[in-house]
């Protein structure tokens, strides 16, 4: 699987971005998956994906799956936090920040809430 990805060409807008990023998630099996379509509402990107993992070891591996993916498709990853803690990771992908957080956190902080003005798009399975 991960000679086939290596093949591909890196994903040129954002919104394609965005969707690889709910891809990588997914192969790492991420729940609740959201993409939210941040245009017009911030002005630091154009989406945020949001996933979940059941354990602060899944979040830690899910986002790991994220930059691994971008890494081997030749895309830039900008900063990378949360990591060592994996109850919210966060990787920006250029246009795109992917939020990784363990279950718990993800409900506590609720960014599906506090940004309920982005539109959603449907995340690609």
Request: some cysteine; overall charge neutral; glycine content about 8%.
């Amino acid at each position: 699987m991960e000679a086939k990805r290596t093949t591909k060409k890196a994903p040129q807008t954002s919104l394609q971005l965005a969707k690889q990023a709910a891809k990588f998630a997914l192969e790492k099996k991420a729940e609740d998956i959201a993409i939210l379509d941040m245009r017009g509402v911030v002005n630091f990107c154009d989406f945020f994906v949001i996933a979940s993992g059941t354990s602060t070891r899944q979040a830690q591996a899910i986002a790991e799956g994220v930059v691994d993916g971008f890494e081997a498709l030749g895309s830039k990853i900008g900063r990378k936090e949360g990591f060592r803690e994996g109850v919210w990771v966060l990787v920006d992908v250029g246009d795109v920040v992917v939020h990784v957080f363990e279950k718990e956190t993800r409900e506590f902080y609720g960014l599906d809430h506090l940004w309920q003005d982005a539109k959603l798009v449907k995340v690609p399975r």
